[in-house]
């Protein structure tokens, strides 16, 4: 069986599963003995275990993927504690959906009072999509009760506050494919959910979700 020497083994990385090379080299080796042994498969003729092989690889980068998009989530604001970022599937931490999407979300709870935020972030998931009307749509957005548009830097939040409830949405969507939300309640105004929002490190997410 003919081995490729390792400059050819990463440009069949970035290739196969369109990875830039600096995120091929970071690669876990049990991924880069997957594709190899995806890519021995393939040239013996047996498609469907080099597609198995693959398609964990595929799996495990996607993991890995996620676990530098679940590093983005903003740290605790005072006065309050943060729990780990999990699977909103609720699979493994920061795990990855079918399909490519990732649906990551965080908790914080106010250490003094009775104040709970939930952070998400979703990309290239179906439910973007269905968000993305929202935001493009100044009409849309006038009609929707107690929701107003928040400049964060170049870009727009909608929030939505409901004081008699004590409930907040703020939501911020990037490049129409990348949806960033926190939802709180038992809040006395929208100021902390707002400040958390604009605490992501958009450039940082941008990054890790890139394709």
Known sequence: ???????????????????????????????????????????????????????????????LMSGRLGGTFPDAPS??????????????????????????????????????????LMVDNPMVQGMAALFSNPAMVASQPNMERVRMGRESALVKWEAERGRVEATLMLDSRILMQVKGQGLDSPDVAVDLLKAWDLGEVRAQAAR
């Open 1 to 63: 069986m003919l081995f490729l020497q390792r400059p050819a083994k990463l440009t069949l990385l970035c290739t196969m599963l369109s990875l830039p090379l600096a995120s091929a080299a970071a690669l876990a080796d049990e991924v880069v003995e997957q594709i190899e042994l995806g890519l021995e498969l393939y040239q013996e003729g047996d498609y469907g275990a080099a597609l198995t092989e693959l398609e964990f690889a595929v799996n495990d980068i996607r993991k």
């Open 79 to 120: 006065g309050w504690s943060a729990g780990e970022v999990e699977s909103a599937g609720g699979g493994g931490a920061a795990a990855l959906m079918g399909g490519g999407g990732a649906m990551l979300q965080r908790n914080y709870r106010e250490e003094d009072g009775e104040g709970r935020l939930e952070a998400s």
